[in-house]
């Protein structure tokens, strides 16, 4: 089961803290485990490490966006590169044909990077149910 964080929102949602340049997911607004400030990427890309799921994990996002998402999640991170913006839909649809042309048959779950979940165990539990089905 490959993993898909979807990162290419435009940034108005959080005016006018986030903008164009500089989207809502970037934003360090959260408070870490270490009680540093946190982005919800950074947020959910270390949740999905405690789930020991950062290997099965790629990125959607567009080409304005990469070079900030390498800087606060690493640079051997796994990105799908949007040619363009083009809402939700799309971006899974990429993503797909990008695992189905990289690695054959594979299941896909996708999930905004800009959701915050208090706790991650209720699909920690539900993984080894839904996904032994794959």
Not at 33 to 60: C, I, K, N, Y
Not at 92 to 111: D, E, T, V
Request: glycine residues 6%; hydrophobic residues 35%.
């Amino acid at each position: 089961m490959q993993m898909i964080l979807l990162s290419g929102g435009s940034g108005n949602r959080l005016w006018p803290l986030s903008n164009e340049t500089r989207s809502k997911q970037f934003l360090k607004v959260l408070k870490g485990p270490d009680g540093q400030p946190q982005s919800m990427v950074q947020r959910v890309w270390s949740q999905l490490g405690e789930l020991q799921l950062q290997s099965t994990a790629a990125v959607a996002t567009g080409k304005s966006q990469v070079e900030l998402l390498q800087s606060q999640l690493g640079y051997e991170l796994e990105i799908i590169v949007e040619p363009e913006r083009r809402d939700t839909f799309p971006a899974i649809a990429l993503s797909a044909c990008y695992l189905y042309s990289m690695k054959g048959q594979a299941s896909m779950r996708s999930w905004p990077c800009c959701r915050w979940i208090p706790t991650w165990r209720h699909i920690s539990s539900r993984r080894s149910k839904s996904w032994s089905r794959c």
